[in-house]
């Protein structure tokens, strides 16, 4: 298996612009997790997917994000406009929960997107 | 608010000594932690949990421990490698609850360097 595959793996931009990161999770894998990882506050949970529904999007730190998984092989995680503050690290993670009540199934993530927003 | 905390940014070891990594975690909700070990420009990957029904997980090298009581986890490497040389992050979760069960909140890292 190719693992979780995320694209771009670098991405600069300029404030204002909008900016799509792409995910495809591991098949066969029925959660998707959108993660943000920066120095001052590590790696922080935007969104989660099961079975393509967003389930929690607490983590979405303004109206300014976005995510949608239109299907089981792909999902987007869009930023409109872009700040020099989201300039980040972005990790996708897949999982295949089990709904079992004594483990939290392994997260697989992806090699991340690096945004830097000018 | 942190709720899970890593108060070591760094750590270095020298190859085959025992590395220790700490966490500490406020919420009591959460029973299940894990360990994920990160190297530069990629993803973070599982290494080894452990649920609050026990107190010891083993698996190789590598040894967590958690202590309920204190609120407080560890993982021992033993011996430590050059190749262990990575951020390795904390994680919790709540199972029991049944609700959050599928989500994870980190720290926010340790970097551990082996020194050969």
């Known amino acids: 298996d190719a693992g979780v595959i995320q694209s771009p793996r670098h991405e600069v931009t300029e404030m204002g612009q909008e900016v799509t990161l792409r995910c495809k999770p591991i098949s066969g894998h029925n959660s998707l997790f959108w993660y943000r990882q920066t120095m001052m506050r590590g790696l922080e949970l935007l969104i989660y997917?099961?079975?393509?529904?967003?389930?929690?999007d607490s983590g979405m730190p303004e109206d300014r994000f976005s995510a949608k998984m239109p299907n089981a092989s792909f999902s987007t995680l869009k930023i409109q406009p872009s700040e020099p503050r989201d300039s980040a690290v972005y990790f996708c993670a897949s999982s295949s929960l089990r709904f079992t009540s004594v483990s939290t199934d392994t997260q697989y993530f992806g090699p991340g997107t690096r945004l830097t927003v000018l | 608010d942190q709720q899970v905390k890593q108060n070591s940014p760094s750590l270095s070891v020298q190859e085959g000594r025992i590395s220790i990594l700490n966490c500490d975690y406020t919420?009591?909700?959460?029973?299940?932690f894990l360990w994920y070990k990160k190297y530069p420009a990629e993803g973070p990957t599982f290494l080894i949990s452990i649920s609050s029904i026990k107190d010891k997980n083993e698996d190789g090298r590598f040894t967590v421990f958690l202590n309920k009581s204190a609120k407080h986890l560890s993982l021992h490497i033993v011996p430590s490698q050059p190749g262990d040389s990575a951020v390795y992050f904390c994680a919790a979760s709540e199972v029991q609850s049944g609700a959050g069960s599928y989500q994870l909140t980190f720290g926010k890292g340790t970097k551990l360097s082996v020194i050969p």
């Open positions: 997917f099961n079975n393509n529904v967003p389930i929690d």
């Open positions: 919420n009591s909700m959460f029973d299940y």
